[in-house]
């Protein structure tokens, strides 16, 4: 299974990467949303988005909107937002936008393992 981080804080990437990558998923990633819709384009076997909020360039809402307009993409993969906007208005409003499932920063390795298993996404702890 593959993972795409889209996070602006390289700090992210690489833990993230590193919970993935030791959940069994292949990893590529990006610093914002502008990079993950190229990587959508590149890698359209991604089968989880891990995705921030705020970064510069396109943020986490507005690639999601994007992600879920493009046809090719309508339905899958899903997306996991994982960002310090967990107030319920912009939970609300990313859940409406397509997002499957939300991680309160700070992460760690359960939660991010509890929310792909509620995705219904497979992978070994
Ligand atoms: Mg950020």
Known sequence: ????????????????????????????????????LDQ???????????????????????????LRAMPEHGSNPKVIMVTTETGMPQMLKALAAGADEYVMKPFDKDMIFGKLQLVGLECSE
């Open 40 to 66: 959508m384009a590149a890698h359209p076997d991604v089968d989880v988005v891990m995705l921030d909020w705020n970064m510069p360039v396109m943020n986490g809402y507005d690639f999601l909107v994007a």
């Open 1 to 36: 299974m593959k993972a795409l981080i889209v996070d602006d804080a390289k700090v992210v990437r690489v833990a993230l990467g590193r919970i993935m990558n030791q959940l069994g998923f292949e990893t590529v990633d990006a610093a914002d949303g502008q990079q993950a």
